[in-house]
């Protein structure tokens, strides 16, 4: 993919207290605006890794830059902020409206009210939940696809250069995963961010990212786009891929 490299992994690794090395010497690009999905078994490193891009952790080998700028360099608050976060289980404040979840970066950024009401209704519209029906609502009134959606509108409100998804339809029934699978790329011809997309399931990775990175024990095992995965001959590449990843 061209352009300049959004997130960079120079040699990353993060090894816990006790020497135990959960990732390891991970040298990887994100172009910017491409979406590149991290795919691997329990234990792989993909969640590791995300979490060194917003400073959740910090590598104890090698860096992890955004825009150019060591993440150590960066003020952890201002880089979270800049930043849109998709998980599994959404993360709705249950005693805000939606509304009020999707605009609350913005209205922590100092936002004028009139700016932020704006922002939210065209992100609700964007998300297919017109803020008219469900601005006023509450996350236990909604199914889950549709806090999931919320929680897309959420993670895209303060418009973040880079978007951060870990498993964030794991959650749901077939059918209404792959609309959002669907939904999201749709989103992303539109928008064009940065985004890293964590899953363990390799047709999800297909469907949603531009290029995959195959994670396993802690290290890239490989990377491509689906078709170039695919084609791959390496006897480890050709297994993960065979057994799904799961």
């Given amino acids: 993919m061209s352009g300049e490299p959004f997130v960079e992994f120079a040699g990353a690794g993060f090894r816990v207290a006790g020497g135990q090395a959960i990732l390891r010497g991970l040298s990887l690009a994100v172009a910017e605006g491409e979406t590149i999905a991290m795919i691997g078994r329990s234990g792989s490193g ?18 992890v830059r955004v825009g150019g700028r ?22 709705l404040f249950p005693h805000l409206s939606i ?35 469900f601005a006023g609502r509450y996350p236990h009134q909604l199914s ?55 899953t363990h399931d390799m047709r999800e990775a297909a469907r949603v990212a531009d290029r995959i990175a195959l ?3 802690g290290q890239l095992i490989a990377l ?8 791959h001959t390496d006897p480890e590449v050709r297994a993960f891929l065979e057994a799904g990843a799961a």
């Fill in 144 to 198: 889950g696809g549709q806090r999931q959606r919320v929680g897309v509108a959420r993670a895209l409100a303060a418009d973040p250069p880079l978007v951060l998804l870990d498993e964030p339809f794991g959650a749901l029934d077939p059918i209404t995963r792959t609309e959002l699978q669907r939904e999201f790329r749709d989103l992303q011809a539109r928008l064009r961010k940065t985004a890293i997309f964590v």
């Fill in 99 to 133: 509304g009020r979840n999707v605009g609350l970066v913005p209205e922590l950024e100092g936002w004028p009210a009139e700016k932020i009401r704006a922002r939210v209704d065209e992100l609700l519209e964007l998300v297919g939940l017109p803020a008219a029906d």
């Fill in 215 to 217: 994670m396993g024990g």
């Fill in 46 to 63: 993909k969640t590791t890794a995300l979490k060194l891009v917003n400073a959740l952790l910090v590598p104890t080998d090698g860096e």
């Fill in 70 to 91: 060591a993440t150590t360099a960066w003020d952890p608050i201002r880089l979270r902020r800049r930043t849109g976060y998709v998980i599994q289980e959404v993360g």
């Fill in 224 to 231: 491509g786009t689906s078709a170039e995965l695919a084609a």
